[in-house]
């Protein structure tokens, strides 16, 4: 049973999607006005790894990631750079998608661009405005957060804070001063803006992910996650918009991943003590490393970035693929004297146990290690037969569909095929049965099949 700490509630709880086998899950994308630092790769990554995850245990999954492409940040800096702001984020949003490709992270299944969305976002507006959720000052529009009196339940405000009709024009603001916040921001002098039914201005960016969320979603769905600044005010925010409209509960699981810290200090933009996955690139470092790195803390637990850190998980990285060609290049024997394959099934449950426990990567690999660690010994000892070695790579495999940091094997080239069937032919002349069914499984792991003809052996690639 996968169970997730919910952050709404402040528990573990067993997952129990609302559709039966079904997952909707929504995560907050990025602010396309720079180059994502790591810090955000983090959060990008634990959504992978939770992605993966699902997707591994038979759950059908439609995850949408918004790109926010509007806000305060996107317009200030495209102003800075003389570009319109669909010029400016449209070079973001592509080294976005090229960034999260190098680090290996699937894709979701939909990308909403906030401005495409600009319509949807006005329908709520009006809603709230109706309702009386909503009220118009100088021509812009602000949620009122005492007509909605659970808010505050995400992020644990005291109610008595809440002050009525103390407003926030900017989309970010501290935790100890909850105000009303803009939902639709007035048209200003050198801004972008549309000409709306509510009159020319500009989301706010806690409207964005509503309008996106529900509309790809639904009204109620599953998993909405981000990094823990996101709690506050963003998705405090967003149930509070979202459960105004609609009268149901928005979200049935809130998972946030704690931060990426540089010396004691969250990394963001604007403390400057960041490193983008180009700069550590430039710098000769595996994107794999950074990826085994990143996952490889839990997400609920914070994590300091320091360069000993990546060594360490290239070096990690660098013990499971030689473990992996080790059992690849070994020549397998008959019969040893102990049996491998209970300890290779443990090694499994151990696994999904960690991984259905909250998503505790550091002890899904910390199973993985173990095994790394009895099979080398066995090894060593009197080798490992061929069922073993089939299911330790049926291990790895599963392994890597949800952590994603193995590389497969190169493919090899026609000319090494074709050398390994002439050694394949001399193996079966002299009758040496064994070697030549060891070419073709080897053959057959790097996805070549072997084909015996009258002509002569044939291959083909899977
Ligand atoms: P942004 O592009 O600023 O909207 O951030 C994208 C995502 O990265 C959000 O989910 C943030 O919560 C998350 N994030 C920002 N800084 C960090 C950090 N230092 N560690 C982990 N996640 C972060
Ligand atoms: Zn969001």
């Given at each position: 049973?996968?169970?997730?700490?919910?952050?709404?509630?402040?528990?573990?709880?067993?997952?129990?999607?609302?559709?039966?086998?079904?997952?909707?899950?929504?995560?907050?994308?990025?602010?396309?006005?720079?180059?994502?630092?790591?810090?955000?790769?983090?959060?990008?990554?634990?959504?992978?790894?939770?992605?993966?995850?699902?997707?591994?245990?038979?759950?059908?999954?439609?995850?949408?990631?918004?790109?926010?492409?509007?806000?305060?940040?996107?317009?200030?800096?495209?102003?800075?750079?003389?570009?319109?702001?669909?010029?400016?984020?449209?070079?973001?949003?592509?080294?976005?998608?090229?960034?999260?490709?190098?680090?290996?992270?699937?894709?979701?299944?939909?990308?909403?661009?906030?401005?495409?969305?600009?319509?949807?976002?006005?329908?709520?507006?009006?809603?709230?405005?109706?309702?009386?959720?909503?009220?118009?000052?100088?021509?812009?529009?602000?949620?009122?957060?005492?007509?909605?009196?659970?808010?505050?339940?995400?992020?644990?405000?005291?109610?008595?804070?809440?002050?009525?009709?103390?407003?926030?024009?900017?989309?970010?603001?501290?935790?100890?001063?909850?105000?009303?916040?803009?939902?639709?921001?007035?048209?200003?002098?050198?801004?972008?803006?549309?000409?709306?039914?509510?009159?020319?201005?500009?989301?706010?960016?806690?409207?964005?992910?509503?309008?996106?969320?529900?509309?790809?979603?639904?009204?109620?769905?599953?998993?909405?996650?981000?990094?823990?600044?996101?709690?506050?005010?963003?998705?405090?925010?967003?149930?509070?918009?979202?459960?105004?409209?609609?009268?149901?509960?928005?979200?049935?699981?809130?998972?946030?991943?704690?931060?990426?810290?540089?010396?004691?200090?969250?990394?963001?933009?604007?403390?400057?003590?960041?490193?983008?996955?180009?700069?550590?690139?430039?710098?000769?470092?595996?994107?794999?490393?950074?990826?085994?790195?990143?996952?490889?803390?839990?997400?609920?637990?914070?994590?300091?970035?320091?360069?000993?850190?990546?060594?360490?998980?290239?070096?990690?990285?660098?013990?499971?693929?030689?473990?992996?060609?080790?059992?690849?290049d070994?020549?397998?024997?008959?019969?040893?004297?102990?049996?491998?394959?209970?300890?290779?099934?443990?090694?499994?449950?151990?696994?999904?146990?960690?991984?259905?426990?909250?998503?505790?990567?550091?002890?899904?690999?910390?199973?993985?290690?173990?095994?790394?660690?009895?099979?080398?010994?066995?090894?060593?000892?009197?080798?490992?037969?061929?069922?073993?070695?089939?299911?330790?790579?049926?291990?790895?495999?599963?392994?890597?569909?949800?952590?994603?940091?193995?590389?497969?094997?190169?493919t090899v080239d026609d000319q090494d095929i074709l050398q390994l069937i002439e050694e394949r032919k001399g193996a079966r002349a002299r009758r040496d049965w064994k070697r030549a069914d060891e070419i073709r499984e080897k053959l057959q792991r790097l996805?070549i099949i072997l084909e015996d003809a009258a002509k002569g052996t044939r291959f083909k690639r899977?």
């Open positions: 049973m996968i169970k997730f700490l919910n952050t709404l509630t402040h528990r573990i709880e067993d997952f129990h999607p609302i559709t039966q086998g079904e997952v909707r899950m929504y995560t907050c994308g990025p602010t396309v006005y720079s180059y994502a630092h790591i810090g955000n790769f983090r959060t990008f990554l634990f959504e992978d790894l939770l992605r993966r995850f699902l997707k591994f245990s038979g759950l059908r999954l439609t995850q949408v990631m918004n790109i926010t492409d509007v806000d305060d940040k996107t317009i200030r800096d495209s102003k800075a750079a003389g570009q319109s702001l669909r010029d400016f984020t449209e070079k973001y949003t592509e080294a976005f998608f090229s960034d999260i490709a190098t680090l290996g992270a699937e894709r979701a299944e939909i990308y909403p661009r906030a401005t495409d969305h600009i319509d949807e976002m006005v329908t709520l507006i009006k809603k709230l405005l109706e309702s009386g959720h909503a009220y118009e000052k100088d021509s812009s529009i602000y949620y009122r957060i005492k007509s909605f009196p659970s808010y505050g339940r995400l992020s644990g405000i005291n109610p008595d804070d809440l002050q009525d009709g103390i407003s926030s024009d900017v989309d970010e603001y501290e935790k100890e001063s909850p105000k009303d916040f803009a939902l639709w921001k007035t048209a200003k002098e050198g801004e972008p803006f549309w000409e709306t039914e509510i009159g020319p201005g500009r989301p706010g960016w806690h409207i964005e992910c509503s309008a996106m969320s529900m509309k790809y979603l639904g009204e109620s769905f599953d998993i909405h996650t981000g990094g823990v600044d996101n709690i506050f005010p963003h998705h405090e925010n967003e149930i509070a918009q979202s459960e105004a409209v609609a009268g149901k509960p928005f979200v049935k699981y809130w998972l946030h991943c704690q931060h990426l810290i540089v010396e004691g200090e969250k990394m963001s933009k604007s403390k400057g003590n960041f490193f983008t996955l180009r700069d550590l690139l430039a710098d000769g470092v595996d994107p794999m490393a950074i990826r085994y790195l990143l996952l490889s803390v839990h997400y609920r637990q914070m994590m300091n970035f320091t360069r000993n850190g990546l060594e360490g998980a290239a070096s990690s990285l660098r013990r499971l693929t030689d473990f992996l060609r080790s059992i690849r070994t020549t397998f024997v008959e019969k040893n004297t102990g049996d491998l394959s209970p300890v290779i099934k443990e090694a499994r449950r151990r696994f999904i146990d960690a991984m259905e426990s909250d998503l505790n990567s550091s002890g899904a690999l910390g199973a993985i290690f173990e095994l790394v660690r009895d099979v080398n010994t066995a090894l060593q000892r009197d080798g490992v037969t061929r069922v073993e070695a089939a299911q330790i790579e049926s291990l790895f495999s599963d392994f890597n569909r949800v952590f994603g940091v193995l590389v497969p094997p190169k996805g899977v």
